[in-house]
């Protein structure tokens, strides 16, 4: 029963160019959450779809940024045009409910390095 | 808005030894999770607390939230390398119909052979 899955692991883009993060979540869940950690910083929270649905979106950045999770396949978080500022290790988690007492499952996260 | 803190920011300990990792909220606390993220991976859930008073083990890790709900410890007994890493708590922003987990600043934690 794999858990929820990111790829890549590591990504490095060239400012100006696109990031596209992928995350398969858990088996049966069907709620996506974005998060991002900058270096030095704590874990900041950025979008959370069900599918086909945005939800609530209040922490991503207005412009280069956006999220999507289709009826089929894995959720994308996609940057547009990335600077350095971008570099951050990005995590997805995953829940079977909208409401639960225990949590997320979170995956292992893609790191992504812009030079 | 609700935010966390959590102090010490960073703690080195010797092998062996007892510790305690506290978050405060600036408001009343739902839903407090405990998280642990090893250095370069994701995050481990370790447990959620929501009445205050409740107390909960997980091995060698105790999670308090208080009975005014607005801070929890993290204790931590006979400390091994193998519970290195960053701690996180994270609040349940009550007012929405979602999980939405606001996190704190994190504790990183050495562990000493």
């Known amino acids: 029963n794999a858990g929820v899955m990111q790829n890549p692991r590591h990504l490095v883009r060239r400012r100006g160019q696109e990031a596209r993060l992928r995350c398969s979540p858990m088996?049966?869940?069907?709620?996506v959450y974005w998060y991002r950690q900058l270096p030095e910083e704590g874990l900041k929270f950025m979008v959370y779809?069900?599918?086909?649905?945005?939800?609530?979106e209040s922490g991503m950045p207005k412009e280069r940024f956006s999220a999507e999770f289709p009826k089929e396949g894995p959720s994308i978080l996609r940057i547009q045009q990335v600077v350095r500022g971008d570099s951050a290790a990005y995590f997805c988690?995953?829940?079977?409910?909208?409401?639960?007492?225990?949590?997320?499952?979170f995956g292992s996260g893609t790191r992504l390095t812009v030079v | 808005s609700q935010e966390l803190e959590q102090s010490p920011q960073s703690l080195i300990v010797q092998e062996g030894k007892n510790l305690t990792i506290n978050c405060t909220s600036s408001?009343?606390?739902?839903?407090l999770y405990w998280y642990k993220q090893k250095y370069g991976e994701g995050l481990i859930f370790l447990m959620m607390?929501?009445?205050?008073?409740e107390e909960k083990s997980h091995e060698k890790i105790t999670a308090k939230l208080d009975e005014k709900k607005q801070q929890s410890s993290l204790h931590i007994t006979a400390s091994q390398p193998s519970h290195a890493g960053i701690y996180l708590c994270?609040?349940?922003?009550?007012?929405?119909?979602?999980?939405?987990?606001?996190f704190g600043p994190g504790t990183s934690l050495s562990v000493i052979p």
């Open positions: 779809l069900q599918k086909e649905n945005i939800i609530d």
């Open positions: 994270g609040a349940d922003k009550r007012e929405t119909s979602y999980d939405k987990v606001i």
């Open positions: 088996k049966g869940h069907s709620h």
């Open positions: 988690a995953s829940s079977p409910l909208s409401k639960t007492n225990y949590g997320y499952t």
């Open positions: 408001k009343t606390l739902y839903g």
């Open positions: 607390l929501q009445k205050g008073g």
